[in-house]
């Protein structure tokens, strides 16, 4: 006959801690009214090791630097008996791979009704910050993508073009709430139908498509796009569609132009600027082209137009590097090269 084993309420609290990934601080008011404590679950997530004593300069030390003074802040908060603001903090670089606990902290009345402490309640939020960030800095790489191609919309669906999700810039940017640059009422009456019946048999193929249609932008005004898809199949059969949807007359030959521009008039100040911009030394920028640092460091030194000096191929594998750092070159309307710096998110 099995033994039943009655568990008390701190077996229950480390059990919870432990399933939930949660631990707890208590902090008095004043440090005169008390020492702080805090619960084996929420050393386990600062990583505070159990000889260490139960002090706030072990929370702090836990906590990445940039944030650290977050944490000062609020305990700072705390002691004037007022309510810190919930926090999400990333925790130092001992923690591979990184990991973020939200910290909330809720005041505790004594029997004077004021407030005599505080409780905080930690949790370890690491798998959906993660992934709300990487959100966040894949939205900006789509974006930043999409402008120096020149895509209106990038898309994805399932095999039988169930929307995924979609990112969409310009004339069919979002700016109503219900405004949908794929869906069938964006598209002309006059083509609708013919459109709808080429997408279907397009997306129940397996090969790459290309269908022109006019689309009702965000402004309700019309214009002309070509809308094409990309299939991904696993075992020959499609399992994905990737898409992206162009302007009809939006001329690739354009970037060539520009590129080609940018070539000739590029000067050693021109490369100088651009790393200052992306916070590259001279001897990054070799690393990162594969030139040698002796090319590098007479490309950036030389006053004069780097063509005739150096290989157009050399200038170009250069300023190509840049490109996804955010770095944009076109003429302006002096014909002059002209810089337009679009800041990366590599946190």
């Known amino acids: 006959m099995s033994k039943i084993v009655k568990l008390s309420s701190i077996h229950i609290l480390k059990i919870i801690e432990q399933v939930g990934r949660l631990g707890w601080i208590e902090l008095p008011v004043l440090p005169s009214d008390g020492l702080v404590s805090f619960s084996q679950g929420f050393r386990g997530l600062f990583g505070i090791d159990e000889t260490e004593p139960e002090r706030l300069e072990s929370v702090a030390r836990a906590i990445q630097p940039r944030e650290r003074s977050l944490f000062v802040e609020d305990v700072a908060v705390l002691r004037r008996r007022q309510e810190a603001p919930p926090r999400i903090y990333r925790l130092s670089t001992q923690f591979m791979p990184p990991r973020y606990v939200s910290l909330i902290f809720t005041p505790v009345l004594g029997d004077d009704g004021e407030i005599a402490k505080f409780l905080g309640l930690a949790r370890d939020v690491s798998a959906e910050e993660v992934v709300a960030r990487h959100k966040i800095q894949n939205a900006h790489r789509i974006d930043m993508l999409m402008t120096y191609f020149g895509a209106a919309c990038v ?6 073009g169930q929307l995924f999700e979609r990112y969409a810039s310009g004339n069919l940017a979002g700016v109503m709430p219900k405004f949908d640059p794929i869906s069938p009422s964006s598209i002309h009456p006059e083509d609708r139908k013919n459109v709808l019946t080429e997408l279907d048999i397009a997306m129940s193929g397996k090969e790459a498509f290309s269908v022109p ?11 002309k796009y070509i809308y094409m898809g990309f299939p991904i199949t696993e075992d020959g059969k499609v399992v994905e569609w990737w898409g992206v949807i162009n302007e009809e007359n939006a001329s690739l030959a354009m970037k060539a132009i520009a590129l080609d521009h940018a070539i000739t008039v590029t000067t050693g100040a021109t490369l100088r600027a651009i790393c200052a911009l992306i916070g590259w030394t001279h001897d990054e920028l070799a690393k990162q082209t ?5 090319t590098i460091y007479r490309m950036v030194s030389t006053s004069a137009p780097l063509l005739g000096q150096f290989k157009s191929k050399t200038i170009e594998t250069v300023l190509q590097i840049f490109i996804p750092y955010g770095i944009r070159f076109f003429a302006d309307k002096n014909g002059n090269l002209a810089i337009l710096s679009e800041a990366v998110n590599n946190e």
């Open 290 to 294: 594969g030139i040698s640092r002796t």
């Open 155 to 160: 898309w994805s669906a399932d095999e039988a």
């Open 213 to 223: 249609m006019r689309l009702f932008g965000a402004d309700g005004v019309p214009r």
